[in-house]
C-alpha cells in the first residue's frame, strides 16, 4: 500500500534499553523528518533528512540516533532509553520544501 | 532560528459562528506556511498552506488561511464552524531555502452546539 508506515505502534520498553522505530515510505520523497508529540510542547523536531545519507539534528536530538541508507526508510533509535523519552513518535516525509508533508499514524512508547 | 507561536492553547466557538485560529512565525527568507489538524489518536492531516501568490489561500472542509508578511500572521479560518471540527491544529513554517519543518505548539478547537 502508498504511503508511510511506523512500526511498531505501541511499545513499552525499560530504562536503558535500545529500542528503534521504524518509517517506511513508498513515494520515494526526497525530505524525512521525526518529531516527538509531548503535551504542552506541541511537535518538536528530532532529526531530519533531506536525502539518502543527509541527515541533520532538528530542535530536541540528544539520546536519538537515525539513519537513512534508503531513501524510503527513516529509523530512529534510542541508544539507552530514559522516561522522558515517553512520548508518541510520528514520522512525516515530504517531496520538497513546498510541498506538503505527509504523516505517519506514530508510534506510542512509554519507557518504564 | 525558525519558530512559530500559537497563542491560544484552546479557542472555544459555538457551532455556525466563525472560527479564527491564530499563528505567527519567525523565519529567515520567504516563508512556506502550513496548518495541519490532528484527530485523537491518529497522525496530522494537512489542510492548507502558502507557498507564494495570493494571501488568502483556500483549503480542506472549508478552511482557508491569510497570510500577513508584515505582520508575518498566517491566521486559520472559517466562516462557520462545525462541531466535527473540533481538533487539535497546527500551524508549521519552512524556510523555502531550508530543510526544517517546525510546528507550533497547536491549538485545541472545541466547536459546542
Known amino acids: 500500500d502508498a504511503g508511510i508506515t511506523q512500526s511498531p505502534r505501541y511499545k513499552i520498553t525499560e530504562t536503558g534499553r535500545q529500542v528503534t522505530l521504524m518509517c517506511h515510505q513508498t513515494w520515494s520523497h526526497s525530505y524525512m523528518f521525526w518529531y516527538r508529540q509531548d503535551l504542552g510542547h506541541g511537535l518538536r523536531l528530532i532529526y531530519y533528512s533531506a536525502a539518502a545519507d543527509i541527515t541533520d539534528k532538528g530542535e530536541v536530538p540528544d539520546g536519538y540516533v537515525v539513519s537513512r541508507s534508503k531513501t524510503e526508510n527513516f529509523p530512529l533509535t534510542l541508544e539507552s532509553a530514559t522516561r522522558s523519552q515517553t512520548s508518541v513518535y510520528f514520522c512525516?516525509?515530504?517531496?520538497?520544501?513546498?510541498?506538503?508533508?505527509?504523516f505517519g499514524q506514530g508510534t506510542r512508547l512509554t519507557v518504564v | 532560528a525558525q519558530s512559530v507561536a500559537q497563542p491560544e492553547d484552546q479557542v472555544n466557538v459555538a457551532e455556525g459562528n466563525p472560527l479564527t485560529v491564530k499563528c505567527t512565525y519567525s523565519?529567515?527568507?520567504?516563508?512556506?506556511l502550513f496548518w495541519y489538524v490532528q484527530y485523537p489518536n491518529r497522525g496530522l492531516q494537512f489542510l492548507l498552506k502558502?507557498?507564494?501568490?495570493?494571501?488568502l489561500v483556500k483549503g480542506s472542509y472549508g478552511f482557508e488561511a491569510e497570510f500577513n508578511k508584515s505582520q508575518t500572521s498566517f491566521h486559520l479560518k472559517k466562516p462557520s464552524a462545525l462541531v466535527s471540527d473540533s481538533a487539535l491544529y497546527f500551524c508549521?513554517?519552512?524556510?523555502?531555502?531550508?530543510?526544517?519543518?517546525?510546528f507550533g505548539g497547536g491549538t485545541r478547537l472545541m466547536v459546542k452546539p
Open positions: 502558502y507557498i507564494t501568490g495570493d494571501n
Open positions: 512525516a516525509s515530504s517531496e520538497n520544501p513546498a510541498t506538503e508533508a505527509f
Open positions: 508549521a513554517v519552512r524556510d523555502s531555502g531550508g530543510n526544517m519543518l517546525t
Open positions: 523565519v529567515s527568507g520567504n516563508p512556506y
